[in-house]
């Protein structure tokens, strides 16, 4: 990150930059907040992407979750594929 940072083309209005944690490292290399405030403010806005995503895939009608700490997790996720397969 520090090789990106120090090229003169590169800058944090980047759309780009938006991404999850590159604004972050980029103003901690700017020295806008500490090591320590890059990181929290880094994982509070991943925990802000998840809640968003979690939002949006709420929304679709025919989705199926799966519990990663399932330890059928591979026959349950076989069992919707068929299932799906057979109604479509």
């Known amino acids: 990150?520090?090789?990106?940072?120090?090229?003169?083309?590169?800058?944090?209005?980047?759309?780009?930059?938006?991404?999850?944690?590159?604004?972050?490292?980029?103003?901690?290399?700017?020295g806008k907040y500490s090591y320590e405030e890059m990181r929290e403010r880094g994982i509070i806005a991943t925990r802000q992407l998840a809640k968003r995503q979690v939002t949006w895939l709420r929304s679709w009608p025919d989705l199926h979750w799966l519990?990663?700490?399932?330890?059928?997790?591979?026959?349950s996720g076989l069992k919707i594929l068929n299932m799906n397969t057979i109604v479509n």
């Open 67 to 75: 519990d990663s700490e399932d330890g059928n997790i591979l026959q």
């Open 1 to 30: 990150m520090k090789t990106l940072h120090q090229r003169a083309d590169l800058h944090v209005n980047l759309p780009s930059m938006r991404c999850v944690g590159y604004r972050q490292a980029w103003e901690y290399l700017d």
